[in-house]
């Protein structure tokens, strides 16, 4: 699977699973996974970080053939995400080496990941506010630095063939 379609059913999950929620009581595992992605504060730093990871994941074969091969961001919950990357020693020496633990890494995609397509969502007029889903300061900070942090994220969607 290439990481454009990772990234497409992330965020696709993500807002259905939040649509999901503030509607009704989902599972209680699921809930937490989402409080805490929810609760995940966005700035440049950490996306900097993210945005590190997944580069050099694209060039480390190792690390690549972990996240490619057993998709921890796929994962029925974080916990289970994380024991796939604790699993692959060259995942998690890419993510000590950026700066960042497997759980923050599955935390940060989904938050990055879900809240960027919300933001996107608003700007082009699919959506008139923001699922609760998102949390409000990571609304804002992605639409002050929108074309800055689309930049930083265009190459990682680049087909992995």
Known sequence: MTLRRTVASIAA???AAGAAVAQSSAKKVDSADLKEIRDYR???DNVQKFVRVVKAGMNDEG??????DNEPGNA???DA?????NSCPAAVTLLKANGLKPREFL???AAIIGDFTAVSMKKSGAIKEYPPAILPENAAFIEQN???LQAMLAPLQGDDK
């Open 13 to 15: 999950l993500l807002f």
């Open 42 to 44: 966005l700035n440049m």
């Open 63 to 68: 690390a690549k053939k972990c996240f490619h």
């Open 76 to 78: 029925q919950s974080l």
């Open 81 to 85: 995400g994380e024991k796939v990357i």
């Open 107 to 109: 935390v940060a995609l």
């Open 146 to 148: 929108y074309d800055k």
